[in-house]
């Protein structure tokens, strides 16, 4: 039999994620493995952690990455934070936040769901009357949802809560090292990420970041987490303080991957990562205008990173997408759900943020369209 | 700031896990991220789960990786099998069994623990006489033990439980790819793994199979599974059949590094493999004995893979695995539980599992006692 991995062909991955990751990060990956009690290893989790902490803009001492995906990520959030019963507000406006309430109902909360047309914003207007309304132990709403291209209002709803006693819970997963994301600032309770969209380093890990005051409820839980591969007050022991106690074995030489990918972000700076975003973007899209193609998402709230196009009267569009993987090696995105057939969403995701990819991309639509 | 990773020296990993990594499997790992839902990226996925079903020796159609480590995998054939109320036996004669209870009991099961001392086997008559008294939905139990290094007799108790109703689940995450592991055979109906014990991948997968009676049980549940992210029903429709449903992003480069572990395994032979590892474990208790230390375990039940010696009066069992990994660059494990002051864990798993490196943890205990 032979060896399925010496087929592989390097793609320009400009969908919804994972991103093109750097030669730093593939070096970063296959670094000797370390024992995950190793001294030397838990000086480079300290390093991730303070990484995380820098470009989070947060004090937040429980802040690591979730040996899982982004939706693992999710789940730690959710079950570490929901009791049965607990009253829950998701701000719905795309395939995420539609995931999170099925997260929360699956683990007992009584979820509430505001909705909002897909590749619209959620509005702030109608989440105040919400809160006017019945009170909540938690509010969550995905910053970047992936599934349409739209920016949510983060520091607004942040902003309306602030007061409360209502816990603020961020979906970061697509925004995160792609542009602002400040969560202190912000007044978020708790925020989860992945490491494949703007970090560019391959799946599988999923930062999270938890406020003082989302760590005194669950300190203060009524029941025992009921998931303890995600339960953070275990995980905690393993990721902080003097002697680190055994919970699960770490992820080892995915974590060099993202103590690599951070380390290039910093290096980078992170407002020159995102100004690089929003260029790539304006470049994007006046590319595609051209070609006569048009966006999703009104340009007042559309995300730098993740680009929705309508797709054009009487095209097949699997067909294209087959073709510019075949014939391009590059990767784009289907729509999902209720926009699956009606957009392509096209990713500037991290390293794949710039131009010579840009281009690329655009010489192939002109060629295919 | 300097780059921490630059920093990292090779360790020969002889612990309880993770094992050391080959070469090829470090190649894989920084091979190009494909897409997840890229068609030849299934290839690979459909790859890894013929390798795991001739390694496990089953024709169970559901039989993949996690995306998350052992405990992961044990978390997920919990939470999927196991409902409110339900009444579940662990066999519990170390850390492990420890752990399976302490999941099963957060998801509501009704358990009960039949306890064995640490460093001796279930038994197999005690078993039998629960059985006699009281009807389970499931059993668990783990073969290899890595916390004491007894083999437990996995094969024995699935002939007790055939032909009832109850489901028969196991840990193998030690076990296997260290020695045979024959899931139809021996009438499992669940079992889960880790990549990074004798498979010799980095931590971060977990390897699951369930048989279809376990499936049925799954797709029979009376309530959803409280665990969005590790829902086999919603894994499945990515891991099998034509179109496949997105779910979570797969980690893409680890399960590159999982194909490649599993082919190297298979290359060799498993038959050599589990052979290799028994020689080992033969030349290195000789070894032990020569310099005058106990093994924990009755020979009768020891495990090939994880070694469990006795620390002899008198010796800082620290200051040895300090001196060990600082001076000799070997790490090997403590005790853990009421075992922890008692005993060193050496791990003989996978790619560790050779001649050089036996050899070389003798000279350095032999200079160091």
Not at 14 to 31: D, F, N, Q, T
Not at 39 to 49: H, N, Q
Not at 96 to 109: D, K, P, S, Y
Not at 305 to 329: F, Q, S, T
Request: hydrophobic share 45%; charged share 20%; glycine share 8%.
């Amino acid at each position: 039999m032979g060896n399925l991995l010496d087929g592989i062909e390097e793609v320009l991955l400009m969908g919804p994620g994972p991103s093109c990751v750097s030669e730093e990060v593939y070096k970063a990956l296959s670094r000797k493995t370390l024992g995950h009690l190793d001294p030397y290893f838990i000086k480079i989790m300290d390093g991730i952690k303070a990484q995380l902490q820098t470009l989070l803009q947060t004090e937040n001492s429980l802040t690591m990455p979730i040996s899982g995906t982004g939706s693992a990520g999710m789940e730690s959030v959710f079950v570490n934070l929901v009791e049965l019963g607990d009253a829950v507000l998701i701000l719905k406006n795309g395939v995420f936040g539609l995931r999170m309430a099925e997260v929360a109902t699956r683990l007992g909360a009584a979820v509430d769901v505001l909705e909002f047309a897909w590749g619209t914003p959620v509005l702030v207007e109608s989440v105040k009357k919400q809160l006017a309304v019945k009170e909540y132990k938690l509010v969550a709403m995905v910053h970047a949802e992936t599934s349409t291209g739209v920016c949510n209002p983060v520091q607004e709803i942040g902003a309306l809560l602030s007061g409360l006693d209502t816990l603020y819970l961020v979906d970061a997963v697509t925004s995160f090292g792609g542009m602002e994301v400040a969560m202190d600032k912000w007044v978020i309770d708790a925020l989860y990420s992945g490491s494949q969209k703007c970090l560019s380093c391959p799946p599988g890990l999923a930062p999270v970041s938890f406020s003082l005051r989302a760590v005194n409820v669950i300190m203060n839980r009524k029941s025992k987490v009921p998931n303890w591969y995600l339960d953070m007050s275990l995980i905690a022991s393993y990721w902080e303080g003097k002697s680190r106690a055994y919970h699960h074995t770490a992820p080892v030489n995915m974590l060099y991957g993202l103590y690599q990918a951070l380390y290039l972000i910093l290096q980078e700076g992170p407002e020159a990562v995102y100004h690089r975003h929003r260029e790539m973007h304006k470049m994007l899209v006046t590319g595609l205008e051209t070609l006569g193609l048009e966006m999703l998402v009104d340009e007042s709230c559309r995300l730098p990173m993740l680009n929705a196009v309508k797709i054009p009267e009487g095209v097949d569009e699997a067909a294209v997408r087959r073709r510019l993987l075949a014939d391009y090696k590059i990767e784009i995105g289907a729509g999902l759900g209720p926009l699956a057939g009606q957009i392509w969403r096209l990713g500037l995701m991290g390293h794949t943020a710039r131009p010579e990819n840009v281009e690329r991309l655009l010489n192939a639509l002109r060629e295919i369209l």
